[in-house]
């Protein structure tokens, strides 16, 4: 069975190349470093609606810092680098789970099984996302402040610094009663963001001011996993799916802020390709590639970020994952300009 696994997961990778749509956002972000440009001048100017999908940089200024070095390598140079960072930061947090843990040898199987065949480490490894490192750390600071080592804590806050989602682990830490492992977080976490004031004091500005808002409120796009993005797909109205807004159950959902949602997009669809179709008075800044515009998609009514015509290689490459029920159709596609 761990060779089936490794099989479809090295299918996967193959189906990856070494071309990466997140990447490609990394690299931007890295050479803007480079040539003292602003990191979210193209996130702010983009014209697609929803600021989740926008092909743009949305991380903090530090991430950007930590892999400005790639930005001095050729693309096929720096996307190979970049694969290869993140299977070892999988691998390093399979090893740390399995050293720590010391789980019987019937655990670790199941462990390497629901890793290698975890849907959103597919798409994770197609865009070239920056969550394997980030899992990495938090596996890492989880681990061994749970082993009773409060610096570890430490890795959790560089985690933050990078993607602020793992900054939720503070509440455990604080329920917990982990004060020194609480504060080694807060003091790893505002270190590295102070470097990142330090070096680019105005996209910091920008990027707690103008990014983080525009990113709050999600996506329901079938590729965010997260119980945000699950949440938003039956509860709210988006163009993506059919939402349960009118069951009678409807009122029994929380009323903060997992109940019926504002719209983010119009509600007729044809509004939204209109909008996607007219020309941009900002053009992005810089080039993103051929497939990084938002353009009219063959799935009717469904306005899609560009990741389709990537996701398709994954479509193409596992024909029996049962796609069917990852998204009605199929993994939708980009049309010809």
């Not at 560009?306 to 596609?333: D, H, K």
Request: proline residues 9%; aromatic residues 10%; glycine residues 10%.
């Amino acid at each position: 069975m761990i060779g089936s696994a490794i099989a479809i997961y090295l299918l996967v990778l193959g189906a990856a190349g070494l071309r990466h749509q997140d990447l490609e956002a990394y690299l931007a972000a890295a050479r803007d470093i480079w040539h003292g440009a602003p990191l979210y001048a193209t996130f702010l100017h983009h014209p697609f609606p929803d600021p989740t999908l926008r092909p743009a940089f949305i991380y903090p200024p530090a991430f950007a810092l930590l892999i400005a070095p790639l930005g001095l390598l050729p693309d096929a140079v720096a996307s190979a680098i970049w694969l290869l960072i993140g299977q070892a930061s999988l691998i390093g947090a399979l090893a740390l789970i399995v050293r720590w843990q010391k789980p019987p040898s019937w655990a670790v199987t199941a462990l390497i099984l629901a890793t290698l065949t975890f849907y959103p480490l597919w798409i994770d490894v197609l865009q070239g996302q920056a969550n394997l490192p980030v899992l990495l750390l938090v596996t890492a600071g989880v681990a061994g402040v749970a082993r009773g080592r409060p610096r570890y804590g430490a890795a959790l806050g560089i985690a933050a610094a990078l993607k602020l989602t793992p900054l939720v682990l503070l509440v455990w830490l604080l329920l917990d009663r982990r004060l020194r492992a609480a504060g080694w977080m807060l003091g790893a976490f505002a270190t590295v963001c102070g470097l990142g004031a330090l070096f680019r004091f105005n996209d910091t500005v920008v990027f707690f001011g103008q990014v983080l808002p525009a990113l709050a409120p999600g996506t329901a796009f079938y590729a965010n996993q997260s119980l945000s993005g699950a949440l938003d797909r039956v509860s709210s109205a988006n163009p993506y799916t059919q939402p349960w807004i009118d069951v009678p159950w409807a009122f029994l959902l929380p009323s903060s802020g997992v109940g019926p949602r504002r719209r983010l997009f119009a509600a007729d669809p044809t509004a939204v390709v209109g909008h996607l179709a007219a020309p941009s008075r900002h053009p992005p800044a810089g080039d993103l590639g051929e497939c990084d515009r938002p353009r009219r998609t063959r799935l009717a009514g469904h306005p899609h970020h560009c990741a389709g015509r990537r996701a398709g290689r994954l479509q193409r490459a596992l024909p029996l994952s049962g796609r069917a029920g990852l998204w009605p159709g199929g993994f939708p596609q980009c049309a010809d300009p």
